[in-house]
């Protein structure tokens, strides 16, 4: 996309979550032993510790007013998207905002960096045990400064000022108890 002059990054997301059943969450299924139950065909879901995709920068008539701007654009799409494996262009601004109504895997996206994450224990066939993850998925989103090697961090620019700051706050005192 360089090469023809359309503005272009990769695009790193560390615990980046995969939602099977587009239900903007990611469930994980264990036995009380802590082995996971994906043999049970329960959830197919899952969080990969990174995924990499491109945004490109462009102007969105065709969506209306506040569109513009980088579009996410994942060249190594999982799943089909109104029949074809592809994935955007779809906005930031709309992923930040949680505008998951606008066209081009708006809420897949939205999922792959802050889905809450819904921990189920399972002893025959029974749930015996649920806990909530709201700050696994999607810790860091970066991308490489221009001119430079040093990480941009583009966390607030996917989750917002609030949601970016409190995975900052978690982060820190995580590693201050060790």
């Not at 955007?88 to 066209?103: E, S, W, Y």
């Not at 921990?119 to 649920?130: A, P």
């Not at 990480?151 to 970016?164: F, M, V």
């Amino acid at each position: 996309m360089r090469v023809l002059g359309i503005p272009s990054r990769v695009v790193t997301v560390f615990n980046s979550a995969h939602d099977t059943n587009n239900n903007l969450k990611t469930e994980e299924i264990y036995s009380t032993r802590g082995e996971k139950c994906e043999k049970l065909g329960l959830s197919k879901d899952s969080i990969w510790n990174f995924h990499v995709w491109v945004e490109r920068w462009m102007r969105r008539p065709d969506l209306g007013p506040g569109f513009d701007g980088w579009q996410v654009i994942d060249p190594t799409p999982q799943d089909k998207s109104a029949g074809i494996f592809c994935c955007g262009p779809c906005p930031v601004v709309a992923i930040q905002k949680r505008c998951l109504h606008v066209p081009y895997d708006t809420s897949f996206i939205y999922t792959s960096v802050d889905a809450d994450v819904i921990q189920l224990i399972v002893r025959n066939g029974l749930v015996v045990g649920r806990t909530v993850d709201t700050q696994l998925v999607g810790q860091l989103i970066y991308t490489k400064s221009i001119g430079s090697d040093v990480p941009e961090n583009l966390t607030e620019a996917y989750k917002g000022k609030r949601r970016a700051r409190s995975l900052q706050r978690n982060a820190t005192s995580k590693r201050q108890s060790f």
